[in-house]
């Protein structure tokens, strides 16, 4: 983005948003369907994780991180940037957790943190993928 943080409005209307729709059985394959196609790079960095999160935390990954992205792209006024692989892997060693990445983006460190909850490995590696994600998007 432009060096500014994601403001805290810009994800709480998506989260407001999404949990209106969350009645709908439908939303969230639609939701991860849709973020796939537009962000392949993530997708494949996601599902190579499917032996430790299973197929399950795979699309809790990916629904999150489509939630994400529509935050990043209010916050911006444009659609949130295709993620390349090589910007996951630049920021893989300085976001790879929550913590690094509330330096810089306090608001999407909060979101993810408030959503992920636990401390087994699922756990750990859903909010590790997620801070990696985020700081991509506004990379």
Request: charge should be negative; proline fraction near 4%.
């Amino acid at each position: 983005m432009d060096g500014m943080p994601v403001p805290e409005t810009s994800i709480a209307e998506v989260v407001t948003e999404a949990s209106a729709k969350m009645h709908d059985p439908k939303y969230i394959s639609s939701e991860v369907d849709r973020f796939v196609g537009g962000q392949p790079a993530i997708a494949k960095l996601v599902m190579g994780r499917k032996g430790t999160l299973g197929v399950e935390g795979v699309v809790t990954v990916l629904f999150h991180a489509a939630l994400l992205a529509q935050g990043v792209a209010r916050a911006s006024g444009r659609t949130a940037p295709r993620v390349s692989s090589g910007a996951l892997q630049r920021v893989a060693k300085d976001a790879g957790t929550v913590e690094a990445l509330a330096a810089t983006e306090p608001n999407l460190a909060s979101y993810i943190a408030s959503n992920v909850e636990g401390d087994g490995l699922e756990q750990r590696l859903t909010r590790s993928l997620l801070a990696q994600i985020a700081a991509a998007l506004v990379e």
